[in-house]
């Protein structure tokens, strides 16, 4: 088993950046690939961004890219999402999730972050 404890995340202007972290315990975090989903209110959780293990392979959904880094500290035990020129359609809740094997399936995970927060004002 592995846990994630999510930080970051808040309130923040439109075009204003924030960073997300993912902390795991327990299990050994490098055997992990990562992903990063979000949730708004009324909507299905969505993916992303993934990393696999080594962070040599990386995924994006569209809507994101070139604004979200993801990365991983194997040292740190801990992954990131770096949000760049954010957007109210940004909106959601955030988790980080862990499994082997690069998806962008949620379903497919099997340990997740607790959630945080993050809000885009227009």
């Known amino acids: 088993q592995v846990q994630l404890v999510q930080s970051g995340g808040g309130l923040v202007q439109a075009g204003g950046s924030l960073r997300l972290s993912c902390a795991a315990s327990?299990?050994?975090?490098?055997?992990?690939?990562m992903g990063w989903f979000r949730q708004a209110p009324g909507k299905e959780r969505e993916f992303v961004a993934a990393i696999s293990w080594s962070g040599a392979s990386i995924n994006y959904t569209d809507s994101v890219k070139g604004r979200f880094t993801i990365s991983r500290d194997n040292a740190k035990n801990t992954a990131y999402l770096q949000m760049n020129s954010l957007l109210p359609e940004d909106t959601a809740v955030y988790y980080c999730a862990a499994k082997f094997g690069l998806t962008s399936r949620a379903p497919e995970y099997d340990h997740w972050g607790q959630g945080t927060q993050v809000t885009v004002s227009s």
């Open positions: 327990g299990r050994t975090f490098s055997w992990y690939d």
